[in-house]
Nanobody
Framework: QVTLVESGGGLVQAGGSLRLSCAIS????????MAWFRQSAGKEREFVSG????????DVADSVKGRFTIARNNAKNTVYLQMNSLKPEDTAVYYC???????????WGQGTQVTVSS
């Protein structure tokens, strides 16, 4: 059983920065590729950024390219999302999980709310 706990969200003005953390606890003997997703009111959950099991490969959605950076520290079982130059349209609840085909390896955490004011 793996538990995901997201943190680091908050209220920030447009142009500001936040760093999100995803703490992975439980059976962490398997190191999975991880990703960040977000869901805003009335919209479906969307992919934001992903990272391979060892951090050697990353991917990022076009909407956040050049502004968001994903990283991980396997010794701390934590995945990060550095968000710079935030825009009001980045407002959403942010979640992490491990994509596995069309599914996800773990149960979803509670997410962390990011609100960007204009």
């Amino acid at each position: 059983q793996v538990t995901l706990v997201e943190s680091g969200g908050g209220l920030v003005q447009a142009g500001g920065s936040l760093r999100l953390s995803c703490a992975i606890s439980g059976r962490t003997d398997y190191v999975a590729a991880m990703a960040w997703f977000r869901q805003s009111a009335g919209k479906e959950r969307e992919f934001v950024s992903g990272i391979s099991y060892n951090g050697g490969y990353t991917d990022v959605a076009d909407s956040v390219k050049g502004r968001f950076t994903i990283a991980r520290n396997n010794a701390k079982n934590t995945v990060y999302l550095q968000m710079n130059s935030l825009k009001p349209e980045d407002t959403a609840v942010y979640y992490c999980n491990a994509p596995f085909g069309d599914e996800f390896r773990y149960s979803w955490g509670q997410g962390t709310q990011v609100t960007v004011s204009s």
